[in-house]
């Protein structure tokens, strides 16, 4: 059974940093491309950014380069996402999902249930 576990979200003033968890289960995690994908209140969802299988190649969104870092771990199976310099745009729930960027639209991918980010002060 394949599962996707967000954590890591929470409530951040502006500026500020969180790192976001994905613990993967129930497939070869290593041999997939992973990525984060986000839905602010009331707006569709936005590709925030993938990594590569083999070569751990990143790619971000403008609207997040420069300031969110994407790693992984097959060992631990677990995808990560560093964000730094924190804005109220950057509010929404936080999903992690098998595929590389438009792929995590495919009816084929994984995704987890979502992580809360708020940015507010």
């Known amino acids: 059974q394949v599962q996707l576990v967000e954590s890591g979200g929470g409530l951040v003033q502006p500026g500020g940093s969180l790192r976001l968890s994905c613990a993967a289960s129930g497939f070869d995690f290593s041999s997939h491309s992973m990525s984060w994908v986000r839905q602010a209140p009331g707006k569709g969802l936005e590709w925030v950014s993938s990594?590569?299988?083999?070569?751990?190649?990143?790619a971000y969104a403008d609207s997040v380069k420069g300031r969110f870092g994407i790693s992984r771990d097959n060992a631990a199976n677990t995808l990560y996402l560093q964000m730094n310099s924190l804005n109220p745009e950057d509010t929404a729930v936080y999903y992690c999902?098998?595929?590389?960027?438009?792929?995590?639209?495919?009816?084929?991918?994984?995704w987890g249930q979502g992580t809360q980010v708020t940015v507010s002060s």
């Open positions: 999902a098998t595929g590389w960027r438009t792929e995590v639209r495919r009816p084929s991918s994984y």
């Open positions: 990594i590569a299988t083999m070569t751990n190649r990143p």
